[in-house]
């Protein structure tokens, strides 16, 4: 049984309006779902974005299981209580939004994912592999921009700056604990209305095909792609990204 950690948070937006927590990807931080943040914002919510464990100022510890990512988020609320308003999650978070909210229906009224890992093949294991030891080995500012050219420079920043304050042990222990990578059976039980916001599989997306097609047998679960997005759409293409999941929560 794992012990939930406390994860930290940074906000945008008023206190007072409806909750939306952000959950982000596997080697990334909260600040990095600053896109979603702001734009929430704008629209009269209070975006909460948290560091999972392992990642920027979150606690270190020896469980990186995807239960366990989801435990935590299950122990994030609203400083005011009750259920998020919204929850968003972007691969790894979205994996563990999803078993969180199948786990806990009460703990959001809505979940939106974008190109969530909710089943890892061999293959999208092996790119996820390679891409982390490429960012670890130089995590500098320089580096990103250098295979991110089109990236807004402060998405350039902090990704730079998540990959240094994050525990390589973690992000590596994250893909070993978890040797089946795979919350299909949590995706078929969410009863919450759930969007997926999936990247163009022509570019890069680990969330398509016949994995896409069963997820989407449940009623709940609707899904679009942002054209031209790789995995991470909301740095690939901010402002259709940021439309698509502000669609979702209408």
Not at 15 to 24: S, T, V
Not at 70 to 86: F, V
Not at 191 to 207: E, K, L, Q, W, Y
């Given at each position: ?47 909460v974005a948290v ?198 929560l209408r």
């Amino acid at each position: 049984m794992s012990t939930p950690v406390t994860l930290p948070r940074l906000s945008w937006g008023d206190p007072h309006g409806p909750q939306a927590l952000l959950a982000h990807g596997l080697g990334s931080d909260g600040a990095l779902m600053w896109r979603y943040g702001v734009a929430l914002a704008d629209a009269g919510w209070h975006a909460v974005a948290v560091d999972l464990r392992g990642h920027g100022d979150a606690p270190r510890t020896l469980d990186y299981r995807l239960s366990s990512y989801a435990a935590d988020l299950i122990g994030t609320t609203p400083s005011s209580g009750g259920a998020w308003d919204a929850v968003v999650g972007h691969s790894l978070g979205g994996a563990s939004s999803t078993l969180a909210a199948a786990q806990r229906p009460a703990w959001t009224r809505r979940l939106v994912l974008i190109d969530p890992a909710i089943a890892l093949s061999e293959d999208d294991r092996e790119v996820v592999r390679v891409g982390q030891e490429q960012s670890f080995a130089d995590p500098s500012i320089e580096a990103v921009r250098a295979v991110h050219p089109e990236w807004h420079p402060i998405d350039v920043e902090l990704k730079a700056r998540a990959t240094q304050r994050a525990s390589r042990w973690a992000v590596e222990q994250t893909s070993l604990q978890n040797a089946v990578w795979d919350v299909r059976s949590a995706a078929a039980s969410l009863t919450v209305p759930t969007h997926v916001v999936g990247a163009d599989p022509a570019v890069h997306s680990i969330f398509t095909g016949e994995l896409a097609a069963e997820v989407l047998r449940n009623p709940v679960v609707t899904m679009g792609v942002i054209e031209g997005a790789g995995h991470s759409p909301h740095r690939d293409r901010p402002e259709a990204a940021v439309a698509a999941v502000l669609h979702a929560l209408r």
